[in-house]
C-alpha cells in the first residue's frame, strides 16, 4: 500500500477517534456530574499514555536550555487542547455529534487558511486561492447542510 495511503487512513483513524474521545468525554460527564472531573480524567489518562509513548519511543529528556529557547506560545498548547475538551464536553451533547464536528473542521479550516496565507506560527507561506476559497465556502455548506 503507497505511503499516502497509509497515512491518509491515519489521519482518518485519528479522525475517529477525536469525536469518539469527545463523545466517551460528554458521556464521563454525566456520570461524574461534573465536566471539569471528565476533562481531568481525560487528561491524566492522556499523560499516562503519552508517558508510555516517550518511554517506548526512547527519546531523552529535552534540555532546560531547549525548553527555555522555545517562545512562550509555544507553550499553550496544552491550554488550547483543554479549552477545546471542556467546550467538547458541553457542546456534543447540545449539538449532536455531526454538527459539532462540521463546526470544528470548518473553524479548523477557516483558521488553516489564514494561517497558511499569511505564514503564522513558522509556518510556510500558501495563499489563499480561489480554489480554496471554494473549498472552504463547500465546508462551511455542508456544515449547514449537517446542521439541518
Not at 458541553?90 to 473553524?107: D, N, Q, R
Request: charged content about 5%; proline content about 4%; overall charge positive.
Amino acid at each position: 500500500m503507497p505511503t499516502t495511503i497509509i497515512l491518509s487512513l491515519l489521519a482518518a483513524a485519528a479522525g475517529v477517534g477525536v469525536i469518539t474521545q469527545q463523545i466517551f468525554n460528554a458521556n464521563l460527564r454525566g456520570v461524574l456530574q461534573s465536566a471539569a472531573w471528565a476533562g481531568v480524567a481525560s487528561y491524566v489518562v492522556g499523560l499516562l499514555c503519552m508517558i508510555a509513548f516517550v518511554l517506548a519511543m526512547r527519546d531523552p529528556v529535552p534540555s532546560l536550555a531547549a525548553m527555555r529557547s522555545a517562545p512562550w506560545w509555544l507553550w499553550s498548547g496544552g491550554m488550547l487542547g483543554a479549552l477545546f475538551i471542556a467546550l467538547a464536553i458541553f457542546l456534543v451533547p447540545k449539538l449532536g455529534a455531526a454538527s459539532f464536528v462540521a463546526l470544528l473542521i470548518a473553524g479548523q479550516m477557516l483558521a488553516s487558511l489564514a494561517y497558511d496565507h499569511f505564514g503564522a506560527f513558522g509556518l510556510e507561506k500558501h495563499a489563499v486561492s480561489p480554489v480554496r476559497l471554494l473549498g472552504a465556502v463547500l465546508l462551511v455548506v455542508g456544515v449547514v447542510l449537517i446542521r439541518r
